[in-house]
């Protein structure tokens, strides 16, 4: 099996995910920092593995782990050892962590966030309305990070005056190109940050989610100190990182798409068409670390041996045309049906997809309704990604805002 050399800079990802496919279901690829593992690159075969309870999140099968050969300054050592969470852990184990979480992010408990959300929203555009006209915006600061970070912020508790050292540890944890000698100290500084959060919370309880944990811990659900840091420190990357990039890719998708853009904003092709089309076609997570094989497992004609660690191509999954038939690789908002797996599948499905879904679905709409001229300012091929194998994210996202609706030049 020919292994495919997953680029830390992540220049081109459409023809990387293209590649992964042509290897057939189940790809031998090589990590930045030269680390190898498998990945499933086909819709149904990753459905059924999502789903195979010989896979766990338990580091300890993975054979390269028990020999020593992973490095704890390897710079996604955070990815796929992060410590103990609902992210790690399978079974019992995983339902008593989870079932905190799912309760707190239930469709009806989402919805009730729907005032925030627009009044956030509306705050955005206001700063953006107030921006000096006739200069390139970069979208991606001034709106689409802003407001997943407030709404996620909110929802467990962070103070606002966290949010700049959130995003500079967050943006090291995520990056290939992290300096090895610097990854010990900023998984460290992320606990410490963390755990002060907590510590902040268990001495003036509130109406978030952390508060909520802690109470269950203290109430006879176990929760350890270990698991409420790291549970928090997870909801709150995974729940900005992927609202972030959906909302710039379906902006890149709109400006790349002029008919069908056309055809949204004058109401024929609905936002949640738009929004679904977008998970599938540009994913905001392009590979999820790790899963760990207990035994051999047969994937198509070849085989995911015993000890072995898995990786999901999200990017991959999307544009499969065993799934999707022979325009998987286009951008069609009115795709019917559009059963993509681009939250997950099985019992570690995000349980943050329906608050993405209503961020988007709130946002997006707004945007384009307050500027209806919004255009990339600059050729698309001229975006670049940053370097994140597991996120699809631009380093920005210039744009043109023209005249807000209601204006004249």
Not at 16 to 32: I, M, N, T, Y
Request: glycine share 8%; charged share 25%.
């Amino acid at each position: 099996m020919t292994r495919i050399a997953l680029d830390p800079f992540v220049t081109d990802l459409d023809g990387e995910s293209a590649a992964l496919r042509a290897a057939g279901p189940l790809a031998e690829v090589e990590l930045p920092g030269g680390v190898h593992v498998y990945a499933v690159t086909r819709h149904a075969e990753a459905r059924a593995l999502l789903t195979d309870s010989r896979l766990v999140k338990d580091i300890n099968v993975w054979t390269a782990w028990q020999r020593g050969e992973i490095p704890m300054d390897w710079p996604l050592i955070g990815l796929a050892n992060p410590g103990r969470s609902m992210l790690t852990v399978d079974g019992a184990d995983h339902r008593r962590l989870r079932t905190l979480v799912a309760q707190a992010l239930t469709v009806k408990r989402v919805e009730r966030l729907r005032t925030g959300i627009e009044a956030l929203t509306n705050a955005s555009l206001e700063r953006l309305a107030a921006l000096p006209a006739g200069q390139p915006v970069d979208l991606k600061a001034e709106f689409a990070y802003p407001l997943p970070m407030n709404v996620i912020s909110e929802l467990m508790g962070v103070d606002a005056a966290d949010h700049p050292r959130l995003k500079e540890l967050f943006e090291k944890f995520f990056s290939t190109q992290t300096p090895p000698e610097e990854v010990p100290q900023m998984m460290a500084d992320l606990g410490a940050l963390f755990t002060k959060i907590v510590d902040s919370k268990r001495a003036n309880p509130g109406d978030d989610l952390t508060s909520a944990l802690i109470a269950a811990s203290e109430d006879g659900d176990h929760l350890s100190d270990e698991e409420i840091v790291n549970t928090l420190q997870l909801i709150i990357a995974a729940g900005h990182e992927t609202t972030i990039s959906l909302i710039v890719n379906v902006v890149e998708a709109l400006a790349t798409h002029p008919e069908q853009r056309k055809k949204v904003l004058e109401g024929e092709i609905g936002w949640d068409g738009v929004i679904e089309e977008t998970l599938r076609w540009n994913t905001p997570t392009s590979h999820v670390l790790i899963r760990f094989a207990t035994e051999d497992i047969e994937v198509g004609d070849k085989v995911l041996p015993k000890g072995e660690g898995l990786i999901v191509s999200f990017g991959a999954l999307g544009r499969d045309e065993e799934q999707y038939g022979p325009t998987a690789g286009e951008f069609d908002a009115t795709r019917t049906p559009n059963r993509h797996i681009a939250f997950g599948h099985g019992p570690h499905i995000c349980p943050g997809a329906a608050l993405s879904r209503l961020e988007a679905g709130i946002a997006l709409p707004a945007l384009y309704e307050r500027f209806p001229e919004l255009d990339l300012a600059v050729p698309a091929a001229e975006l670049r990604n940053k370097p994140i194998v597991t996120q699809n994210d631009l380093h920005e996202l210039p744009v043109e805002l023209g005249c807000p609706f209601g204006h004249t030049s």
